[in-house]
Structures are given as structure tokens and as C-alpha cells.
Nanobody, 122 residues
Framework: VQLQASGGGLVQAGGSLRLSCAAS????????MAWFRQRPGKEREFVAS????????RYADSMKGRFTISRDNAEKTGYLQMNSLEPEDTAVYYC????????????????WGQGTLVTVSS
């Protein structure tokens, strides 16, 4: 599975962005898809994940109610809709995929996109 993240950019606090993760490979549709982020000077952290069927979504506590993960298996694309963005959300966002159910640790994912930078100005 190869992943390509896109959609990052500069946005003002309170604004929204939608990130995309385009996948190649026949098995993507049977993998859990996840988003992680790495803020400046911080370790990579879990954002959200979704089981291949579209169910079993999980979110980090600080993203609940603001971020929404989704996927379109027909298009082999995953999404992360981010609303009410805050300067603390500034980070490089990565999409990841693997055959693990409910995984929230970056070490459990073997397939990664290259990352897309999100900058939220105050």
C-alpha cells in the first residue's frame, strides 16, 4: 500500500481544512486507515482511525467533535475534515494504514504517507 497525503495549508484559527489520503494497492480497502500528526518539537501523536468497513472510528480526545475521519473505498481515498482549528493544531499530518483493528499507536502502522503541513494562525 502506498499513501499520498494532501490538503494541508495555512488557515486562520476557527477555520476548516480537509485532508485527503490517496492510496494505491488492492488491499487498502481492507486496512484500517489512520491519521497522525507531529507538532513542532513533539512526538507523533494519534489523531483518528477508521476500520476498513467505515465503522469503528476512534479519535484522540482533543479532536473529538472537531475532526471527522471518513473514507471512500471505491476511490481508495481517506479524509480528515478538521473544523474549529486552533493554533495548537499546527503540525505535519500523516495518513497511515495497516491491518490492525483499533490501533492508535504509530508503531502499529507500517504504511505511511509523506505528510502534509497544516499551519493555523492566531
Amino acid at each position: 500500500v502506498q499513501l499520498q497525503a494532501s490538503g494541508g495549508g495555512l488557515v486562520q484559527a476557527g477555520g476548516s481544512l480537509r485532508l485527503s489520503c490517496a492510496a494505491s494497492g488492492r488491499t487498502f480497502n481492507y486496512y484500517t486507515m489512520a491519521w497522525f500528526r507531529q507538532r513542532p518539537g513533539k512526538e507523533r501523536e494519534f489523531v483518528a482511525s477508521m476500520w476498513w468497513s467505515g465503522g469503528s472510528t476512534r479519535y484522540a480526545d482533543s479532536m473529538k467533535g472537531r475532526f471527522t475521519i471518513s473514507r471512500d473505498n471505491a476511490e481508495k481515498t481517506g479524509y480528515l475534515q478538521m473544523n474549529s482549528l486552533e493554533p495548537e493544531d499546527t503540525a505535519v499530518y500523516y495518513c497511515a494504514a495497516d491491518r490492525c483493528y483499533g490501533c492508535t499507536s504509530s508503531g502499529e502502522y507500517n504504511y505511511w504517507g509523506q505528510g502534509t503541513l497544516v499551519t493555523v494562525s492566531s
